[in-house]
């Protein structure tokens, strides 16, 4: 039975002083998170991801705190599907938000309850979800393709990725103010790999029809397995448009906070390559749903790693719809059981639980004031 719930903030370094997309640039990762603890000394961990900005941070923390810790106190911890369905359903937060605070804030919540299932079951949490030893389950590396890395970071970055630490599938980012220089990077990248490397691309919203549609138009040229988040987030019928005049195809779904926002987007055939985040949609519960829905249509899943991949391989190795996952290790350290991956491919983990207990001294060397 739950009989507590503490917050946390850790605010963790980036594996360079700076990194940077098309949107965004950042120092360190946030990670919003609680612990759940039950009569039977058990304490489930789970966190979301974020650029590490404390005043919304606490934000998160105090919806935990405030919103969802008095629907959980005196719960069993044996269905986490129904203690979401309290908390993602409860009137008076569904009046405040439906998506950005309230849903990572529940993430958090719902990826410790099936810490915590798991952990009560002493299996970890892909045993829990039905998943067996039976897949190799591929990583994608995007910690080499960072848009501040001039050309020559770019491609030392992406050759020790693939050529020292052998990983098939990598990802760079795009959407510099002139396009040209990104068809540079692209052309100089496929050249340096060879075609025997995935080669993904990242645009983080940044481009607009039909402004960028003679780049987009050129992606084939380079034979790049997908370009993620082309237009603006919440696009749907520009990315369905996109989708019909372009040869590459299209990879979203990091910014969408649930179910119904995905459906429109399988629906209207603007997105080819599925990503649920569990650190942003409701947690495993809802991802698992996405995943789900992809399925019936006939899509592939490759999860986007708000959690650095740390919870979301268990997803990803119990649903059959997931064969690559993305992976970026500014945070395995933190763990008690850090992800493995040799030559590209996850090793399983094995411990009990969602792979989010936070060691101690990282408690305390990352932490912030909640």
Request: net charge negative.
């Amino acid at each position: 039975m739950i009989t507590s719930l503490e917050t946390f903030i850790l605010h963790v370094p980036v594996t360079r002083d700076r990194i940077a997309d098309s949107t965004h640039s950042i120092t360190h990762w946030g990670m919003p998170g609680v612990k759940i603890m039950t009569d039977s000394e058990h304490v489930g961990y789970g966190f979301t991801g974020t650029h590490a900005h404390l005043a919304s941070d606490r934000l998160i923390t105090d919806c935990i705190t405030n919103c969802y810790a008095e629907l959980l106190i005196g719960e069993e911890v044996d269905e986490p599907r129904k203690l979401w369905e309290k908390m993602a359903y409860n009137p008076p937060l569904q009046w405040v938000g439906r998506a950005g605070i309230t849903t990572m804030a529940l993430a958090a919540v719902d990826i410790a309850l099936w810490d915590l299932k798991s952990k009560y079951r002493e299996e970890p949490l892909w045993k829990t979800l039905g998943g067996k030893e039976e897949k190799k389950l591929e990583a994608y590396n995007t910690d080499g393709g960072w848009l501040n890395f001039n050309q020559d970071m770019l491609i030392e970055d992406v050759k020790r990725l693939t050529l020292q630490d052998g990983y098939k599938s990598i990802k760079m980012k795009v959407g510099k103010p002139d396009s040209n220089e990104d068809i540079h990077r692209i052309e100089a990248v496929r050249k340096a790999l060879g075609n025997d490397v995935r080669i993904m691309t990242d645009a983080n919203g940044r481009w607009r029809l039909p402004d960028n549609l003679e780049i987009l138009s050129c992606l084939k040229d380079f034979d790049v397995t997908w370009i993620e988040e082309p237009l603006w987030h919440d696009d749907v019928s520009g990315h369905s448009e996109l989708a019909k005049n372009i040869q590459t195809p299209i990879a979203l779904g990091e910014m969408l906070y649930s179910l119904a926002h995905f459906r429109e987007f399988i629906s209207s055939g603007g997105v080819r390559f599925v990503q649920p985040d569990a650190t942003r949609l409701g947690g495993i519960t809802e991802a698992l749903d996405v995943c789900n829905l992809a399925q019936e249509h006939q899509l592939p899943v490759t999860p986007h790693a708000g959690d650095m991949a740390q919870t979301q391989i268990h997803m990803s190795i119990a649903h059959p719809s997931i064969e690559l996952l993305e992976f970026i290790p500014w945070i395995t350290h933190c763990f008690e059981e850090p992800l493995k991956i040799d030559s590209g491919i996850f090793s399983y983990p094995q411990m009990p639980g969602a792979g989010t207990t936070i060691r101690n001294e990282y408690m305390e060397m990352y932490g912030k004031k909640v």
